[in-house]
């Protein structure tokens, strides 16, 4: 258990609403990640933190902010959510029992109708 | 740019029949490390192995075994003996960025194991 949660789990809203998810952990693990898993596509990363106020971006950024304002913390924003961002949201740390290796939050579903 | 192909979109056996998962990488770094993971019903992501470049040898852990050969850019998950608690979404992941893990995934394989 690499004591990441992510909230909220669950999600509905509409189109052009702000979202925020959260991301926390426990363990002061430096590197963050934000995954998107949608079907026929796995997981493609959004953006990544190495660090407090240290953040750069993944594969599929468009669209999504984040930020990272405490070790423990960090958030996806979807400053005006659309259609296609309906997906489940991981988040990850790196570290833990193998500290090369990327451990997994929970989780979260999110629909924008 | 760096790639993971799981051809296999969907494996069903019955159980207690040995499956293998294959995975193919493409990487034009020379150091690298591969991962597999498995995605239950319940939907978390669970990390099984980490395998770096450096490390040829084959690895068995208890009915899961793992074969890495560099010469064909394939790490194939084996599992013997299949029981239902094996069903799953199987994903492999590639990284070369040592220090922050980027990780590319494959788009899995979505393992059923009928009783």
């Known amino acids: 258990d690499a004591g990441i949660t992510q909230s909220p789990r669950h999600k509905v809203t509409e189109t052009g609403t702000p979202v925020t998810l959260r991301c926390h952990q426990t363990?002061?693990?430096?590197?963050m990640y934000w995954y998107r898993q949608d079907p026929g596509h796995g997981l493609r990363l959004i953006h990544y933190?190495?660090?407090?106020?240290?953040?750069d971006k993944g594969e599929v950024s468009d669209g999504y902010s984040v930020s990272r304002s405490k070790t423990e913390d960090f958030l996806l924003t979807l400053e005006s959510a659309t259609s296609s961002q309906t997906s489940v949201y991981f988040c990850?740390?790196?570290?833990?029992?193998?500290?090369?290796?990327?451990?997994f939050g929970p989780g979260t579903r999110l629909t924008v109708l | 740019a760096q790639k993971v192909t799981q051809a296999q979109t969907e494996i069903s056996v019955v159980e207690k029949e040995d499956v293998t998962l294959d995975c193919v990488y493409e990487?034009?770094?020379?150091?690298?490390?591969l991962f597999w993971y498995k995605q239950p019903p319940s939907g978390e992501l669970v990390f099984l192995i980490r395998?770096?470049?450096?490390?040829?040898q084959n690895e068995i852990s208890g009915r899961y075994s793992w074969n890495f050969q560099k010469s064909t850019s394939s790490f194939n998950f084996t599992i013997t003996a299949s029981q239902v608690v094996d069903s799953a979404v199987y994903f492999c992941?590639?990284?070369?960025?040592?220090?922050?893990?980027?990780?590319?995934f494959g788009t899995g394989t979505r393992l059923t194991i009928i009783p």
């Open positions: 992941a590639l990284t070369s960025n040592f220090g922050n893990e980027k990780l590319t």
């Open positions: 363990e002061n693990h430096r590197y």
């Open positions: 395998r770096n470049s450096f490390d040829e």
């Open positions: 990487t034009r770094d020379t150091t690298y490390y």
């Open positions: 933190s190495y660090g407090v106020k240290d953040t």
């Open positions: 990850a740390i790196q570290g833990g029992t193998s500290t090369d290796t990327q451990y």
